[in-house]
């Protein structure tokens, strides 16, 4: 297969063989961010967000039911600005890094994620993904199937709880955006997070007072709440299927290898074009974990001229809602299975 490049890169040939790490120097082609491209990208996003928010409080005086439709609307906004704050973490939306972190710091104050916590935390992520002694940061807990054996029943409960779907994508989600993003969680014996946790804390309010202010409750509950939470719940649901598959790769330290884990750890989620745009394509997921300095706005750019990756851990959003089924690491098996598949194992 052929590498399609600039006049000034010769093309690479590589085949479906072509291990993680040759992956690595192949898409250092593509980390390069377009200062205008960006800007186009972040303006698009932010300006419609706005404008649906105001558009949505001068509904209050006409109607309840129009207000809550488009600031559920403008939660898929929220999400792409969500993207972009993301980009800005892994220093990959602007090439100069403080743009990146001033806009990756104001987006977080209408994300209400801390630029800094959320940075250092998700970095973590990156660094040890796939490596089950280094699991509980940034990522979805997940035990293998002789660590919930060997659990006492009601820790068992506990995990089952926190594994079921109406818990992960209903309670979970209000309880990481509007909870647990107040504290730096996991970073408390650093005060620089604390700082960011608290200023990001400081300006949310003022956003919030704003809006009681200006529109009383209503503004709150049928304006800023529901673009909270379409934006939080859509946001735990991508995170969750770019891991939470069946074939996905867990290993023990002394067997995991970081750019295995990246590539072969995490999903293709196939999306149509408009859920693409909105989810700034994140669904391309094994690329941006291989290498995330991509900015969003090339990932596809990278699978179009590089079609071996089109075909690795693809999901559909069919396929994808059997995930939400799956709980347990199976060593033996090596897959991702649910607690009646585990339980079937034990029993054979």
């Not at 992520?125 to 006492?152: C, M, Q, W």
């Not at 939470?229 to 969750?240: N, Q």
């Amino acid at each position: 297969m052929s590498i399609r490049t600039d006049p000034k890169n010769p093309p690479l040939e590589v085949d479906n063989q072509t291990t993680a790490k040759n992956w690595v120097r192949i898409l250092a082609r593509y980390r390069e961010p377009d200062t205008t491209r960006s800007v186009f990208e972040l303006a698009v996003s932010a300006l419609p967000f706005f404008a649906l928010g105001v558009l949505s409080w001068l509904s209050l005086s006409v109607s309840y039911w129009l207000a809550f439709a488009l600031a559920f609307i403008n939660g898929a906004f929220l999400v792409r600005l969500f993207i972009i704050q993301h980009d800005c973490g892994h220093g990959s939306f602007f090439g100069n890094r403080h743009a990146n972190n001033w806009v990756g710091r104001i987006i977080g104050v209408f994300t209400l994620t801390p630029y800094k916590v959320w940075r250092r935390s998700h970095s973590i992520h990156h660094s040890a993904s796939g490596n089950l002694e280094k699991r509980g940061i940034g990522d979805v807990y997940t035990l293998t199937v002789a660590e919930f054996e060997a659990l006492p029943r009601l820790k068992r409960f506990a995990y089952r709880v926190y594994r079921h779907p109406l818990f992960m994508f209903g309670m979970a989600p209000t309880l990481l955006f509007v909870f647990q993003n107040r504290v730096p969680m996991g970073l408390m014996r650093s005060w620089e997070y604390w700082i960011s946790a608290l200023g990001t804390n400081v300006f949310i309010a003022a956003v919030v007072g704003l809006m009681f202010w200006f529109g009383g409750l209503a503004a709150l509950f049928l304006i800023f709440i529901p673009t909270l939470l379409v934006a939080a719940t859509a946001g735990v649901w991508l995170f969750y299927v770019q891991h939470q598959f069946e074939n996905t790769q867990w290993d023990k330290a002394k067997d995991w290898q970081l750019h295995d884990a990246a590539l072969m750890g995490s999903s293709y989620y196939v999306l149509p074009g408009v859920l693409r745009w909105f989810s700034g394509n994140i669904g391309v997921h094994h690329v941006h974990h291989l290498y995330s300095r991509i900015p969003f706005y090339r990932l596809m750019e990278v699978l179009k001229e590089n079609t071996a990756l089109e075909n690795l851990n693809r999901m559909t959003i069919r396929e994808s809602l059997k995930c939400a089924s799956l709980h347990l690491w199976d060593e033996n098996k090596r897959k991702l299975v649910s607690f009646s598949q585990a339980r079937q194992g034990l029993a054979a």
